[in-house]
Nanobody, 125 residues
Framework: QVKVEESGGGSVLPGGSLRLSCAAS????????MAWFRRRPGAERERREG??????????LYADFVEGRFTASADYATHSLVLQMNNLKPEDSGIYYC????????????????WGQGTQVTVSS
């Protein structure tokens, strides 16, 4: 089994910053892709939009809406993933999920089998 845990969510003012962390454990020896997704308020329960993935070979893909505001880093020795989010906007609010799988090449939630419970991010004045 694979266990995925997120931490670091919270509430900030527009323009503020948050740092999210993810740790994967269990049967992760062949898991070569870690990613962040989010579900914004009002979205369908199944609708999770990709934020970024980082593969163990170094390939990385950010969603267009990131616009250089977020920076992700991964350490596959410990299967940890960090998302530094700067210049946050109200539309960034939502539940942020960490996901892990053996491979990825797109930000399609359907490609990921292992998920954390999510951490809440609220950006509001």
């Amino acid at each position: 089994q694979v266990k995925v845990e997120e931490s670091g969510g919270g509430s900030v003012l527009p323009g503020g910053s948050l740092r999210l962390s993810c740790a994967a454990s269990g049967d992760i020896s062949r898991k070569e892709c870690m990613a962040w997704f989010r579900r914004r308020p009002g979205a369908e329960r199944e609708r999770r939009e990709g934020v970024v993935y980082i593969r163990e070979d170094g390939d990385k893909l950010y969603a267009d809406f990131v616009e250089g505001r977020f920076t992700a880093s991964a350490d596959y020795a410990t299967h940890s993933l960090v998302l530094q989010m700067n210049n946050l906007k109200p539309e960034d609010s939502g539940i942020y999920y960490c996901a892990v799988d053996w491979w990825c090449s797109s930000l399609d939630a359907a490609d990921f089998d292992h998920w954390g419970q999510g951490t809440q991010v609220t950006v509001s004045s």
